[in-house]
């Protein structure tokens, strides 16, 4: 398939090499017979990601074969609607077998803040909405304590919620290389049609998707990172902040970064 430039840009910023054919005098042939035929391919050879690194593990030792249920580049073209459908017929991973729904995200479609969680759990894969039950809980008293909401309101004082994955793993497992990977686009499409001044990465695996980082979050937090140009604070997920309260405090002062972060711009 030929790309076009443009095309090319997109894949390369997403973190997707592409195959190209070696030059005709690269390739031997034998003089004295005829090379084998071989059989015609009908998809396109598998695309590399770096997706391994999300684990902290070399792309070396476990490499990523990716196989997208559509190009980037046609994700990248999506409005609002187009994105969501596109997210509710995704059948790109085996997520798709254990679904009820997915689970797109939720809030003003221009806020200034975006929150960006992990994996849907059993309650959002039945609501069909992100951070919800004592965890969503939680995340809205963290909203309200700095007068934020996923409700209506103004775009200053609203907030975007996605997850890294738009299906739940199934009995809450952690996720996958291969299926964060399959989601990426999903998620830069999603940040590129908010355009949020600044965004909360909540958790693990939301970090090390966002940042291609595998540093634990306790070195990661209490500066400003990048995103695509936008300023990018690092701090805990709330269902961990449930089982360990003590963090709580320095969850505070992540949300206080935010602010400052956000008023300083």
């Keep these: 398939m030929n790309w076009s430039a443009r095309q090319e840009a997109m894949l ?8 190209q054919r070696p030059p005709p005098e690269a390739i031997k042939v034998n003089d004295e017979a005829p090379a084998p035929r071989q059989p015609a ?12 690194v999300l684990t902290g593990v ?12 559509q190009p980037p580049s046609a994700v990248s073209s999506l409005d609002w609607t187009g994105l969501r459908e596109a997210v509710a017929g995704c059948q790109a991973c085996k997520l798709c077998e254990g679904r009820t729904q997915t689970v797109f995200g939720v809030g003003h479609e221009r806020a200034h803040w975006m929150v960006v969680g992990e994996a849907p ?27 934020l909401s996923r409700g209506e309101a103004a775009p200053e004082r609203s907030v975007y919620i996605a997850n890294t994955l738009k299906c739940r793993p199934p009995r809450n497992r952690n996720p996958e290389p291969e299926e964060l990977a ?4 999903f998620l830069l499409r999603q940040v590129e049609l908010v355009q949020p001044r600044i965004i909360l990465a909540m958790g693990r ?6 940042l291609r980082s595998s540093e634990p979050i306790g070195r990661l937090r209490g500066r ?12 805990y997920h709330p269902a961990y902040l449930l089982r360990n309260l003590t963090d709580k405090a320095r969850a505070w002062e992540d949300l206080c970064l935010a602010l400052d972060t956000l008023q300083s711009a």
């Design 12 to 19: 390369e910023a997403m973190g997707l090499r592409l195959w």
């Design 182 to 185: 399959r989601c990426e686009p």
């Design 58 to 69: 070399p792309a070396a030792e476990r490499p990523v074969v990716l196989r997208p249920s």
């Design 205 to 210: 695996f939301a970090v090390q998707s966002l």
């Design 224 to 235: 400003v990172h990048q995103f695509h140009g936008v300023p990018l604070i690092v701090t």
């Design 41 to 52: 391919r009908a998809d396109p050879p598998p695309m590399r990601t770096p997706a391994a």
């Design 121 to 147: 759990g059993e309650q959002e894969d039945l609501q069909g909405e992100p951070f919800v039950g004592t965890a969503g809980r939680l995340l809205d008293s963290m909203l309200r304590a700095i007068a």
